[in-house]
């Protein structure tokens, strides 16, 4: 398996999602700058639609990587220095917990995006479905970061350590 672009012993998938958590959170805040000070819904649901895909596809496309790398042990195999059974115990506790943000992420942003698709007029204004969405959306903001810290953190553990 050939190196990723960062110049770690990653794969050419894991760089692009590692990269990806890199951007998400700033787009984030972007898009909810426009939807809170500039009252911008059009864009603010476009570029939630936008993100929302690109990370799909990006998150699909790492699981087939992972898949044929031979999961998260054939990615620590690629390690120099192999992890302690203290530090892979560690490990494996990092990456349960981001695993579970990473699920219930999808989850819940991608409950968000439907149900705004269905329940928000066109083009998208305040509504009766816009408190229900707000709560939404907001959790599903701290989920996509708590999901992006630890995957930085799985990242750098895992193949920057």
């Known amino acids: 398996m050939t190196d990723g672009f960062l ?3 990653a794969s050419f998938m894991l760089d692009v999602v590692v990269v990806s958590l890199l951007l998400v959170v700033p787009l984030l805040v972007w898009s909810l700058f426009l939807v809170k000070v500039r009252r911008n819904y059009v864009a603010h ?7 929302g895909v690109v990370l799909l596809v990006a998150v699909s496309a790492f699981e087939v990587d992972m898949r044929r790398q031979g999961g998260i042990d054939g990615i620590l195999a690629k390690r120099t220095v192999s992890l302690t059974p203290d530090q892979r115990a560690s490990f494996n506790v990092l990456l349960a917990v981001h ?12 409950t968000t995006l439907i149900l705004a698709w269905k329940r928000m007029p066109s083009p ?6 816009s408190h229900l969405h707000k709560r939404l959306g907001w959790l599903s903001a701290l989920d996509i970061t708590a999901t992006a810290v630890t995957g930085l953190l799985v990242y750098y553990f895992g193949i920057i350590r």
């Open 7 to 9: 110049g770690y012993k």
């Open 124 to 129: 998208p204004a305040p509504c009766d479905h």
């Open 99 to 110: 695993l579970v943000f990473a699920v219930t992420t999808v989850l819940l942003w991608g």
């Open 45 to 51: 649901r476009s570029l939630q639609t936008l993100v």
